[in-house]
């Protein structure tokens, strides 16, 4: 007997597992702990300028500013970063008055090297001022011809490799060379995704990170038809940056057809705690039951800022709030969320907890939403690393440019 079939039965933890390590082969960012990173920091310590711009979009710049949002008040830091991403001319404009441009590396960042937003600021800047080998660098493909235009004017690159997606690419040079520039210490961010790396791919010594990585994946998969919304509460507002980053890795990746032609998707949403605990938590908590919550807590703020016990005449009943830390009136806020949404027992909600404001928590945090995007991908049975509904908007977008 011979039988063919055109049907994906669930698949097993086992058999993606199997696909992942098979993966890896092939998709480069998740080989990326292993890199060396001797030339990143050379360069970096070569750089004179004060103000690094970094010029991209999207997997370009969001990765690296969301490390530097979260690191950026706990270190002292040596230079300062900016960042050009959006064609917004009031943007553009306000930003780079903000700067010397005098006293300036910019960092132009472009996987494919013909990114529409990207050199339209270029070209900008161009006008303002000269841009030179001296105050420019290039990250792209090295087959680009952005790379060609930056040997043509001996300018210094470095290379996104080809099998490292863009919004993937935050500890390729993508993020690692404007991070070390300005003074984080990239070893520690290279540390803190290769703990989770081998925590996940070395199952024999320790299976917390692969099971709870296959477990949500699957779960949330499995019911997405039910929780389509997937919803990050941040509890930092250094978080900001993170939430803007996992919208793109988790929006980008996971809304495709798959094989059997078939929409897919979950849609992706990131909040910030307090602050939205009085707007979207409403929502969470007496709307359609359409939505899974993470929320993610910061368990040392490195901070011993607290609330002073000033007399406020006819506030008096609140004075039981003095002398207790924002740290802690934080991390009880979360708690109190947490726990409103576990007692209604029927809203899907789990809880990560970061060491604390490091180099090493943030990269952990980074690259287990990685792994856990290509998991959920292989549940799902779609390409995680192409964008193709991107993609046709750039064409329709070249084609009325060229017509105005």
Same mark, same amino acid.
């Given at each position: 007997m011979i039988y063919q079939h055109n049907f994906n039965p669930t698949i097993s933890?086992?058999?993606?597992?199997?696909?992942?390590?098979?993966?890896?082969?092939?998709?480069?960012?998740?080989?990326?702990?292993?890199?060396?990173?001797? %030339?990143?920091?050379?360069?970096?310590?070569?750089?004179?300028?004060?103000?690094?711009?970094?010029?991209?979009?999207?997997?370009?710049?969001?990765?690296?500013?969301?490390?530097?949002?979260?690191?950026?008040?706990?270190?002292?830091?040596?230079?300062?970063?900016?960042?050009?991403?959006?064609?917004?001319?009031?943007?553009?404009?306000?930003?780079?008055?903000?700067?010397?441009?005098?006293?300036?590396?910019f960092i132009v960042i472009s996987k494919s090297g013909t990114t529409i937003e990207t050199i339209s600021i270029f070209k900008y800047i161009h006008s303002l001022i000269t841009l030179d080998k001296e105050n420019t660098l290039i990250i792209t493909e090295n087959d680009s011809k952005l790379n060609a235009y930056a040997k043509a004017n001996?300018?210094?690159?470095?290379?996104?490799?080809?099998?490292? #997606? %863009?919004?993937?690419?935050?500890?390729?040079?993508? #993020?690692?060379?404007?991070?070390?520039?300005v003074g984080i210490d990239i070893d520690e961010l290279?540390?803190?995704?290769?703990?989770?790396?081998?925590?996940?791919?070395?199952?024999?010594?320790?299976?917390?990170?692969?099971?709870?990585v296959l477990k949500k994946a699957r779960f949330l998969t499995e019911y997405k038809n039910s929780f389509n919304i997937n919803v990050v509460f941040s509890y930092s507002s250094r978080l900001? #940056?993170?939430?803007?980053?996992?919208?793109?890795?988790? %929006?980008?990746?996971?809304?495709?057809?798959?094989?059997?032609?078939?929409?897919?998707?979950?849609?992706?949403?990131?909040?910030?705690?307090?602050?939205?605990?009085?707007?979207?938590?409403?929502?969470?908590?007496?709307?359609?039951?359409?939505?899974?919550?993470?929320?993610?807590?910061?368990?040392?703020?490195?901070?011993?800022?607290?609330?002073?016990?000033?007399?406020?005449?006819?506030?008096?009943?609140?004075?039981?709030?003095?002398?207790?830390?924002?740290?802690?009136l934080i991390k009880s806020q979360a708690d109190s969320t947490i726990e409103c949404i576990n007692n209604l027992n029927d809203i899907p909600c789990d809880v990560i907890t970061i060491d604390g404001v490091s180099e090493k928590a943030i990269a952990s945090l980074m690259y287990e939403y990685e792994l856990l995007t290509s998991v959920c991908a292989k549940f799902m049975y779609i390409n995680a690393y192409d964008q193709p509904g991107v993609e046709s908007g750039k064409i329709i977008l070249k084609e009325k440019l060229r017509n105005i």
């Open positions: 933890d086992e058999d993606v597992f199997n696909e992942i390590v098979e993966e890896k082969e092939y998709i480069g960012y998740y080989n990326l702990v292993n890199q060396e990173t001797q %030339g990143f920091k050379e360069y970096a310590c070569s750089v004179k300028q004060k103000n690094i711009v970094v010029i991209g979009i999207g997997g370009s710049t969001l990765g690296t500013y969301a490390i530097y949002k979260f690191l950026k008040h706990s270190k002292t830091l040596t230079k300062q970063l900016y960042f050009l991403e959006t064609t917004d001319p009031i943007d553009i404009k306000s930003k780079l008055e903000q700067v010397d441009l005098a006293d300036t590396l001996s300018m210094k690159t470095f290379e996104i490799p080809k099998d490292v #997606g %863009g919004r993937f690419s935050v500890l390729s040079a993508v #993020g690692l060379l404007p991070l070390a520039i290279l540390l803190g995704a290769k703990e989770v790396h081998e925590a996940f791919f070395n199952v024999k010594n320790s299976r917390e990170v692969y099971i709870r900001e #940056g993170f939430n803007k980053w996992y919208i793109q890795l988790w %929006g980008e990746s996971l809304g495709k057809v798959d094989v059997n032609s078939t929409r897919q998707g979950l849609t992706p949403i990131g909040i910030i705690g307090p602050i939205d605990q009085h707007s979207f938590l409403q929502l969470i908590v007496e709307g359609k039951r359409d939505k899974s919550v993470t929320v993610i807590k910061v368990d040392d703020f490195y901070s011993d800022l607290k609330i002073p016990p000033t007399r406020l005449k006819g506030l008096e009943e609140l004075d039981y709030i003095d002398n207790i830390e924002f740290s802690s």
